[in-house]
């Protein structure tokens, strides 16, 4: 009888039916079969799911039962998720690596502050800046959101430190600091060059949060969307064909997009020192673990002695549906066993569900490697 792991590995093309301009609300589990591996899957398309969407995770298959375990749950759990979700997982100390549709390409949202972040870092290591540097943000520095630093640098005299502005960025998720990190280091091309000098794979990065979320609502910029309700009035006055039309070009081709998979191996690297110096990786792990945000998502799951190094990810609203909603990061065991995860969802609806979906891939990480620990997995 095909395991689940195998239906998984095998994998199972999507095609589209004749009904592709149906309503949002395929879940995951039309995608999963655990009978005889199919040659395809006939599903209703819902918006952001293309014909070229794959069922598998494209892992060499392990001889590790533990791994073949933790393929099957994640399989088990996505088929209950209304939406798109991807999975990566790492073992950053076994090399070993399992997951659910982890190639392809997930709106980032926020989750791009890492690679800004490891720009920065970057640019420390080479002489090129430095953190202690004193600047000051005014009104042409705003972007979205993160109200309470724009009230702040509305009322003038707003300094910050590049090392404060990092710490903002990772820890609060701002924008305003994000993105003024992003111009002190180069703009977005010295971010997209770090990506591709250090080989990280599929990962883009856009122009900033002006742009990239003007974009997604279907708006042009305008330097007055950065004050109050400024933005989100303006999207709603856009007749609905043009927020829906912007909605799904965003959904089927993110701008920022990132495969998991791609995401969980750049994490691998920056634990083993691979992309910073030692002093430069330690810093940027240890300010990740001190993020704000998301505590309902894999946060959810630690038990008592693990310890989560990560950055969050979230879109834009557009009739319930979210343009991204994630969390990456480093899971670290109390035996200092590591692993790289990568959750990437666009959920249909705001109800939690891809929050729980986070939390439990985190926690079977956590029950697989103490399964394993204690032997409870024969070879």
Same mark, same amino acid.
């Given at each position: 009888?095909?395991?689940?792991?195998?239906?998984?590995?095998?994998?199972?093309?999507?095609?589209?039916?004749?009904?592709?301009?149906?309503?949002?609300?395929?879940?995951?589990?039309?995608?999963?079969?655990?009978?005889?591996?199919?040659?395809?899957?006939?599903?209703?398309?819902?918006?952001? %799911?293309?014909?070229?969407?794959?069922?598998?995770?494209?892992?060499?298959?392990?001889?590790?039962?533990?791994?073949?375990?933790?393929?099957?749950?994640?399989?088990?759990?996505?088929?209950?998720?209304?939406?798109?979700?991807?999975?990566?997982?790492?073992?950053?100390? /076994?090399?070993?690596?399992?997951?659910?549709?982890?190639?392809?390409?997930?709106?980032?949202?926020?989750?791009?502050?890492?690679?800004?972040?490891?720009?920065?870092?970057?640019?420390?290591?080479?002489?090129?800046?430095?953190?202690?540097?004193?600047?000051?943000?005014?009104?042409?520095?705003?972007?979205?959101?993160?109200?309470?630093?724009?009230?702040?640098?509305?009322?003038?005299?707003?300094?910050?430190?590049?090392?404060?502005?990092?710490?903002?960025?990772?820890?609060?998720?701002?924008?305003?600091?994000?993105?003024?990190?992003?111009?002190?280091?180069?703009?977005?091309?010295?971010?997209?060059?770090?990506?591709?000098?250090? =080989?990280? =794979?599929? #990962?883009?990065?856009?122009?900033?949060?002006?742009?990239?979320?003007?974009?997604?609502?279907?708006?042009?910029?305008?330097?007055?969307?950065?004050?109050?309700?400024?933005?989100?009035?303006?999207?709603?006055?856009?007749?609905?064909?043009?927020?829906?039309?912007?909605?799904?070009?965003?959904? /089927?081709?993110?701008?920022?997009?990132?495969?998991?998979?791609? %995401?969980?191996?750049?994490?691998?690297?920056?634990?083993?020192?691979?992309?910073?110096?030692?002093?430069?990786?330690?810093?940027?792990?240890?300010?990740?673990?001190?993020?704000?945000?998301?505590?309902?998502?894999?946060?959810?799951?630690?038990?008592? =002695?693990?310890?989560?190094?990560?950055?969050?990810?979230?879109?834009?609203?557009?009739?319930?549906?979210?343009?991204?909603?994630?969390?990456?990061? %480093?899971?670290?065991?109390?035996?200092?066993?590591?692993?790289?995860?990568?959750?990437?969802? #666009?959920?249909?609806?705001?109800? =939690?569900?891809?929050?729980?979906?986070?939390?439990? #891939?985190?926690?079977?990480?956590?029950?697989?490697?103490?399964?394993?620990?204690?032997?409870?997995?024969?070879?």
């Amino acid at each position: 009888m095909t395991s689940l792991f195998q239906a998984l590995l095998w994998g199972s093309s999507l095609i589209a039916s004749s009904m592709a301009s149906t309503s949002i609300g395929a879940s995951e589990k039309e995608l999963v079969k655990s009978s005889a591996p199919p040659a395809s899957v006939t599903i209703t398309l819902s918006q952001g %799911i293309t014909a070229t969407d794959r069922a598998y995770a494209p892992m060499e298959q392990s001889a590790d039962q533990a791994v073949q375990a933790l393929n099957a749950d994640i399989l088990d759990r996505v088929r209950s998720f209304e939406g798109i979700s991807g999975i990566a997982v790492k073992s950053i100390d /076994d090399g070993w690596e399992a997951g659910w549709r982890p190639e392809r390409l997930f709106p980032q949202q926020s989750v791009s502050k890492l690679w800004v972040a490891l720009t920065a870092m970057d640019a420390v290591d080479k002489g090129q800046i430095n953190l202690s540097k004193q600047v000051r943000l005014d009104r042409n520095d705003l972007t979205l959101w993160s109200r309470q630093t724009a009230s702040a640098v509305l009322r003038g005299n707003y300094v910050k430190s590049l090392d404060e502005l990092l710490y903002d960025a990772l820890v609060m998720s701002d924008n305003h600091a994000n993105d003024k990190l992003m111009r002190e280091v180069g703009g977005p091309e010295a971010v997209r060059a770090t990506i591709a000098a250090k =080989g990280l =794979g599929p #990962i883009r990065f856009y122009e900033g949060e002006r742009a990239l979320q003007s974009k997604i609502a279907g708006l042009d910029w305008d330097p007055s969307y950065s004050i109050g309700n400024n933005f989100s009035a303006a999207r709603a006055r856009l007749p609905d064909t043009v927020r829906r039309a912007a909605f799904d070009r965003y959904i /089927d081709d993110p701008y920022d997009g990132a495969a998991p998979i791609a %995401i969980a191996r750049a994490l691998a690297r920056l634990e083993n020192g691979e992309l910073l110096s030692p002093h430069s990786t330690a810093k940027l792990l240890t300010t990740m673990g001190m993020a704000k945000t998301g505590r309902l998502r894999v946060k959810a799951g630690l038990k008592p =002695g693990w310890t989560w190094n990560h950055k969050t990810g979230t879109g834009q609203n557009y009739r319930g549906r979210v343009g991204g909603l994630n969390d990456i990061g %480093i899971l670290t065991a109390p035996n200092g066993k590591s692993y790289a995860i990568a959750v990437m969802t #666009i959920p249909n609806s705001t109800d =939690g569900s891809a929050q729980d979906l986070m939390r439990d #891939i985190g926690r079977m990480v956590i029950e697989h490697h103490e399964r394993h620990e204690r032997g409870a997995y024969t070879l």
